[in-house]
């Protein structure tokens, strides 16, 4: 099993940052990618950022040039720094991994979410 423990979400005026944190750890084999979701009640989850194990990424366009996503591979910990929040970036952030385990001779890949955590943005 993989757990993953996120961090950092809170409550922040318009126009200011916050930095998410998520940890994975367990039976970890190897990380193929990490990312970022976020969730409105009632609606669709929606791809943030991702990051692959070899540092490609990706952004959704409404967060373009004003969120990065990093790792820190050592660590299996994926970040995301959010600035010039906006009230509609308000939603609950959940962390994604794919993570390839290994067992016996076998290997095999999961995704494995994280609780979420809850970013709020005030005008």
């Known amino acids: 099993q993989v757990q993953l423990v996120e961090s950092g979400g809170g409550l922040v005026q318009a126009g200011g940052s916050l930095r998410l944190s998520c940890a994975a750890s367990g039976s970890i084999f190897s990380i193929n990618a990490m990312g970022w979701y976020r969730q409105a009640p009632g609606k669709q989850r929606e791809l943030v950022a991702a990051i692959t194990s070899g540092r490609s990424t990706k952004y959704t366009d409404s967060v373009k040039g004003r969120f990065t996503i990093s790792t820190d591979n050592a660590k299996n910990t994926v970040y995301l720094q959010m600035n010039s929040l906006k009230p509609e970036d308000t939603d609950v952030y959940v962390c994604?991994?794919?993570?390839?385990?290994?067992?016996?001779?076998?290997?095999?890949?999961?995704?494995?979410w994280g609780q979420g955590t809850q970013v709020t943005v005030s005008s």
């Open positions: 994604n991994a794919e993570v390839t385990q290994k067992s016996g001779n076998s290997y095999y890949t999961y995704n494995y």
